[in-house]
């Protein structure tokens, strides 16, 4: 069960006597527990079995090895004068791969380098 707080948080009698985890989305303050407890829902069923199309999807997501995920690119290669780098265009898994992990590396040093 999760208890969603409104305004202040959820009455400390509460907390002392009925809650076993408390777990934070963030640094942040919001309205209600509501968005968090979506949050927190959305993160956990997407792992069940069935939930996504391609289960093996979950695997490759940021911070399933401790780095954010690299860019994404879509189609078309080029889109109003910008374009998708060569190397994801070249067929080279091994490559792509390479260039993946290390968009992934500098990512996670530029925004999460803690």
């Given amino acids: 069960m999760i208890i ?3 305004y202040k948080g959820i009455d ?3 907390r002392d006597h009925y809650i076993t985890m408390e777990i934070s989305v963030g640094d942040y303050v919001l309205t209600g527990g509501e968005l968090a407890a979506v949050i927190i829902s ?3 069923v997407r792992l069940l079995p069935g939930v996504l199309s391609d289960e093996t999807s979950a695997l490759t997501d940021s911070f399933q090895d401790n780095l954010l995920s690299p860019p994404v690119y879509t189609r078309p290669a080029e889109y109003k004068g910008m374009k998708v ?3 994801l265009l070249s067929g080279n898994d091994k490559l792509v791969d390479d260039w993946n992990h290390d ?3 500098e990512r996670t040093k530029k925004l999460s380098p803690e």
């Fill in 4 to 6: 969603c707080g409104h």
């Fill in 12 to 14: 400390q009698r509460i």
């Fill in 42 to 44: 959305d993160s956990i």
């Fill in 85 to 87: 780098p060569e190397i």
């Fill in 103 to 105: 968009q992934a590396i």
